[in-house]
């Protein structure tokens, strides 16, 4: 191999952790506000074959930018694992209901992924937040979810009930095709839940007995 492509090589593997299905643009603290932001990431998702991992922790994306990574993620049918935490930093809590309704969520659905862990921890979106992934979690794209992680988000109490019921509909949707979800992990500190929401959200897992870690 050439001097200059193994140097091509080298800075590919510094911009991405790549295995085992793993593309991660983890800590870079990435601005994209425009289409035109995303494109590098864009080619580079469009470019993983078997992209299984997406780490997108520590970056911020504004609704067209969301946009043109969803319309890549479109196609991304092995997806299994979204660690999507600290990802609106410095967006209004009212953008990111808009982010999941018009592109993140409904990306995912669409293409058909079967997701076993997602991590939208530390974002900030308080009850609005949940119901723009409430779509999501009611879809057959959570029927598999193994791990939900939803630390420091500012649910409070009616994120809380919103999130229980979306478990709930998940729950019956998929024991009626034969596979009931069977969470392992959920996580939801930090989170001013207070009783009403801690209550709803028990009532919920009361479904299914199979979840292992529970934080509150």
């Not at 800075?11 to 494109?39: C, I, P, Y």
């Not at 969803?70 to 410095?90: I, N, P, V, Y």
Request: proline content about 2%; aromatic content about 6%.
């Amino acid at each position: 191999m050439a001097s200059e492509d193994i140097t091509k090589l080298a800075e590919s593997l510094a911009k991405t952790q790549v295995g085992r299905g793993l593309l991660s643009f983890k800590g870079k603290s990435l601005k994209l506000n425009t289409a035109e932001d995303a494109e590098d990431v864009v080619k580079e998702i469009e470019e993983f074959d078997g992209l299984e991992a997406l780490r997108f922790e520590g970056n911020t994306v504004r609704v067209e930018a969301a946009k043109a990574i969803a319309k890549a993620l479109e196609k991304k049918s092995q997806l299994k694992r979204c660690h999507w935490s600290d990802m609106f930093t410095g967006r209004l809590r009212s953008e990111i209901p808009l982010l999941w309704y018009i592109s993140l969520g409904e990306a995912l659905i669409s293409a058909g992924c079967q997701l076993v862990e997602l991590d939208l921890s530390d974002n900030a979106f308080g009850p609005d937040g949940v119901s723009g992934f409430e779509a999501l979690l009611k879809s057959p794209t959570c029927f598999t979810l193994q791990e939900l992680k939803l630390n420091n988000c500012g649910m409070g109490i009616g994120g809380g009930k919103i999130l229980a019921g979306a478990l709930k509909e998940c729950h019956r949707k998929s024991t009626a095709q034969g596979k009931p979800l069977a969470l392992k992990v959920f996580m939801a500190g930090r989170n001013h839940l207070e009783n009403d929401g801690a209550t709803a959200l028990a009532e919920a897992f009361t479904v299914s007995m199979r979840i292992r870690v529970v934080s509150h």
